[in-house]
């Protein structure tokens, strides 16, 4: 058992350094919950709603989530519903969602700049494949990432 949970059971202190890094675990976990799923803040207020994929004749299609997951599942639903060519038009709509989504995070820097760098790489049906790779790489990182901080996920 952790030395800090057995100070913590037994009723002893817990250091302030401790306390720390234990907020900050916590603090990035809610960080990794707000991009994977609640979404996180907008630039205007608010918090970044689910994607909506415009289908042309077909109408549309609204991400049954905000955030990185919704928007993976939301973007295979839209594709299963009208193929991945009627949603190449979202390109530069995806690169502003991505980037609007990752902003407020400081720790994905990174990724903001990847996505970035894939929708200047070109435009069309290969971009389109490079930036959804891109996601789902990234997706399943933060879904590690969210695996290993969330020390109560033992009981799932």
């Known amino acids: 058992m952790n030395h800090?949970?057995?100070?913590?059971f037994d009723g002893g202190p817990i250091p302030a350094q401790a306390r720390l890094a234990q907020f900050a675990v916590y603090s990035r976990l809610q960080q990794l919950r707000a991009l994977l799923s609640l979404g996180?803040?907008?630039?205007?207020?608010?918090?970044?709603?689910?994607?909506?994929f415009r289908l042309g004749e077909r109408g549309s299609h609204t991400a049954p989530?905000?955030?990185?997951?919704?928007?993976?599942?939301?973007e295979a639903r839209a594709a299963a519903l009208s193929g991945r060519g009627a949603l190449l038009h979202h390109?530069?709509?995806?690169?502003?969602?991505?980037?609007?989504?990752?902003?407020?995070?400081?720790?994905?820097?990174?990724?903001?700049?990847k996505t970035r760098a894939l929708l200047q790489s070109g435009d069309g049906?290969?971009?389109?494949?490079?930036?959804?790779?891109?996601?789902?790489?990234?997706l399943e990182e933060l879904r590690g990432r969210i695996d290993a901080a969330d020390l109560s996920r033992w009981v799932r």
């Not at 996180?40 to 909506?52: E, H, K, S, Y």
């Not at 989530?65 to 939301?74: D, K, M, Q, R």
């Not at 390109?91 to 700049?113: I, S």
């Not at 494949?129 to 990234?138: K, M, Q, T």
């Open 4 to 8: 800090i949970l057995r100070r913590f």
């Open 40 to 52: 996180t803040p907008a630039p205007q207020g608010g918090t970044i709603g689910p994607f909506v």
């Open 65 to 74: 989530a905000a955030g990185l997951e919704g928007f993976v599942h939301g």
């Open 91 to 113: 390109l530069a709509d995806y690169g502003r969602y991505l980037d609007d989504l990752l902003a407020p995070v400081p720790w994905a820097d990174d990724a903001r700049r």
């Open 125 to 138: 049906a290969a971009c389109y494949e490079r930036l959804l790779a891109f996601v789902h790489v990234y």
